[in-house]
């Protein structure tokens, strides 16, 4: 899958399916389904770390658990978030950090947020310098503090042309595709309209050219985080949860390991 693949897909009117994944075993899992594209996301803050934001992460965090994904990756373009001050002090820091993503992970592209004028910029710059750029409107994790907390951007007129503008502004810096996270549905619908690229969404309806979701939010790993867009697609956590209920029980029981798990 190239980026290429991607635009076609949109101009065909066929939907794009990803998901992010952390590690090998997961992305090897991902890839298999058929998904278009894997999403190194700087989420694993969360859902692997632990941690209360996506903020704390580091390049070399991400380098760390991109180059494991791309590894289980023979498919789908594999494209890994540029974590939070990274790319936003200078032009730079952005191709320095972004080259290093490339050269020692193996994915594809990256993606960054925002869409000012100096983050449209910083992207230009990028693509320029030959790195596949993905862009990320609307609630945006790494300004969460800005954003007073995990909310729906671009409600209200001004809040829509804003957000519309980023959108063509990132466009012409070149991007080949642009998340739009929470935002109202028909603004998403008005967004994907707008771009020759293709969107894709997470909790902004059904008009964009296509989905993402954390995958252990949509595995139901993670059952306490269940905002109003996720739809759990699997309950693994609850069967992860049973078996090892099962093998505790087992051990202590003293029926594993059996005479057939034993070596002669």
Do not use: W
């Not at 980023?166 to 549905?185: Q, T």
Request: proline share 4%; aromatic share 6%; charged share 20%.
């Amino acid at each position: 899958m190239t980026t290429l693949d991607l635009l076609g897909m949109k101009q065909r009117g066929e939907r794009i399916a990803a998901l992010t994944a952390y590690d090998y075993l997961f992305a090897r899992l991902v890839d298999q389904g058929g998904v278009d594209i894997v999403l190194v996301g700087d989420s694993l803050a969360q859902v692997v770390l632990g941690l209360d934001s996506t903020l704390p992460i580091t390049v070399d965090d991400m380098i760390y658990h991109a180059r494991a994904v791309s590894r289980g990756v023979e498919h789908a373009l594999v494209v890994v978030d540029l974590p939070f001050l990274s790319y936003q002090v200078s032009r730079e820091d952005a191709l320095r950090n972004a080259g290093r993503v490339l050269k020692e992970t193996g994915a594809a592209a990256v993606k960054l947020e925002g869409g000012s004028e100096e983050i449209a910029d910083t992207a230009a710059a990028l693509v320029r310098a030959g790195i596949p750029v993905m862009g990320h409107l609307g609630f945006t994790p790494q300004s969460v503090n800005t954003l007073g907390g995990f909310r729906v951007q671009g409600r209200g007129a001004e809040a829509r042309d804003r957000l519309l503008a980023d959108a063509r502004r990132l466009e012409l810096a070149g991007v080949f595709s642009v998340v739009l996270e929470l935002v109202p549905g028909t603004l998403a619908e008005e967004v994907t309209s707008a771009l020759q690229v293709p969107t894709i969404g997470i909790g902004a309806g059904a008009g964009c050219d296509g989905q993402v979701l954390v995958l252990p939010d949509m595995l139901g790993l993670n059952p306490g985080f269940r905002p109003r867009f996720l739809r759990q697609f699997a309950q693994l956590g609850e069967q992860a949860a049973a078996g090892i209920r099962a093998y505790v029980s087992a051990v202590r029981a003293g029926e594993y390991p059996a005479e057939e798990h034993t070596f002669v």
